[in-house]
C-alpha cells in the first residue's frame, strides 16, 4: 500500500507571507494530483504533475514534483485569505486506484 | 453548469436501515468515483466505474454495493448500516484518468 506523508499538517500564517507544503512518499508515482477542498466542499483539482523534475504553476502557486516522482511540493507566494482551505495530494502509481495524502489544513490571516 | 450532484446533503440513519445515496454528473465524463472522508484518514476510494457497465472495488468496498445505471448516474447503497460508516461520502467523476470534479459531498451519521 502506498503512502503519502503531507506536512505540516497544519499551518497558520499571515496575509503576504510564502508558504511551502509537503507531500512525500517511498513509492514511485506516474502521476500526481493536488486539490484544495474548502469546509462543506469537495475536493477541487489543482493540478496533475506526471513527469519528474516537472514544475507548473497556477498564478501565485508553483507546483514541483520530484525528480524521482517520490515527492512533491506546493509553494505560495503573498498568501491571501482566499487560499485558505485544505491541500490534499493524491498519487498513480501503476493500476492501483489514486492514494490521498491526509490533508495540510492552511489558515491565512488578514 | 451543474458539474457533479450528490443527494441526499445530509442524512441519519439507525443502525441496520439502507439508503442509497445517489449522484449524477452532466459532464459526459467516462469515469465516476465514490470516497468517503474520515477526519484523519485523507479520502479513500470505496468503488469506481471506469466507464459505463463497469464497477470495481476500490480500498475499502465491505458494506457498499454500487450501481452505474447509465454514463450519468452511480449511486452507493449501504444494504445495512454500521456507526462505522458514519462519514462524508464524496462522489467525482473524470474523461478517464484521475477524478477531475467532485460532488459537495454527503454527511451520513449512523447512530
Known amino acids: 500500500t502506498q503512502l503519502l506523508e503531507q506536512s505540516p499538517q497544519f499551518l497558520s500564517i499571515q496575509e503576504g507571507e510564502n508558504l511551502t507544503v509537503y507531500c512525500n512518499s517511498s513509492s514511485v508515482f506516474s502521476s500526481l494530483q493536488w486539490y484544495r477542498q474548502e469546509p462543506g466542499e469537495g475536493p477541487v483539482l489543482l493540478v496533475t504533475v506526471v513527469t519528474g523534475g516537472e514544475v507548473k504553476k497556477l498564478k501565485r502557486l508553483t507546483f514541483q514534483f520530484g525528480d524521482a516522482r517520490k515527492d512533491s511540493s506546493l509553494h505560495i507566494t503573498a498568501a491571501q485569505p482566499g487560499d485558505t482551505g485544505l491541500y490534499l495530494c493524491a498519487g498513480k502509481a501503476g493500476n492501483t486506484p489514486l492514494v490521498f495524502g491526509k490533508g495540510t489544513r492552511l489558515s491565512v490571516i488578514a | 453548469n451543474a458539474g457533479v450532484t450528490q443527494t441526499p446533503k445530509f442524512q441519519v440513519l439507525k443502525t441496520g436501515q439502507s439508503m442509497t445515496l445517489q449522484c449524477a454528473q452532466d459532464?459526459?465524463?467516462?469515469?465516476m468515483y465514490w470516497y468517503r472522508q474520515d477526519p484523519g484518514m485523507g479520502l479513500r476510494l470505496i468503488y469506481y466505474s471506469a466507464s459505463e457497465g463497469t464497477t470495481d472495488k476500490g480500498e475499502v468496498p465491505n458494506g457498499y454495493n454500487v450501481s452505474r445505471l447509465n454514463k450519468r448516474e452511480f449511486s452507493l447503497r449501504l444494504e445495512s448500516a454500521a456507526p462505522s460508516q458514519t462519514s462524508v461520502y464524496f462522489c467525482a467523476s473524470s474523461k478517464g484518468g484521475q477524478p477531475q470534479h467532485f460532488g459537495d459531498g454527503t454527511r451520513l451519521s449512523i447512530l
Open positions: 459532464m459526459n465524463h467516462n469515469s
